[in-house]
């Protein structure tokens, strides 16, 4: 179904969200980005699509009010990229990230 995949893409994007705050694992951020930009994007156009509106909601509000650098948001947005158009997350894994974070 078409209306299933960007509630699932947007179940990816949540559950990559929760990996990286549950490990809270030095430098994972960017591996996250990608990783759930990846799931979302696999699950079709409108897991893709949800992931796109959600990673740009985040960065923009992120921006804005956590006070982060413009790099940092341009890395963030180079991750989400990255996973949404297929690239493999590994790129961006940490070393020592335990293995149940995939």
């Known amino acids: 179904h078409v ?18 705050r549950e490990s809270n694992w030095r430098n994972s951020d960017k591996y996250f980005h990608a990783r759930g930009n990846y799931d979302a994007a696999n699950r079709g156009p409108g897991g893709r699509w949800a992931a796109r509106v959600i990673s740009n909601a985040r960065e923009n509000w992120q921006s804005g009010v956590s006070g982060r650098g413009a790099e940092d948001t341009r890395a963030d947005q180079e991750a989400n990229r990255w996973g949404r158009n297929g690239g493999d997350p590994n790129r961006y894994r940490p070393r020592g990230l335990p293995r149940r974070y995939r």
């Open 3 to 20: 209306a299933v995949s960007p509630v699932q893409g947007a179940g990816d994007m949540s559950r990559a969200y929760s990996d990286m």
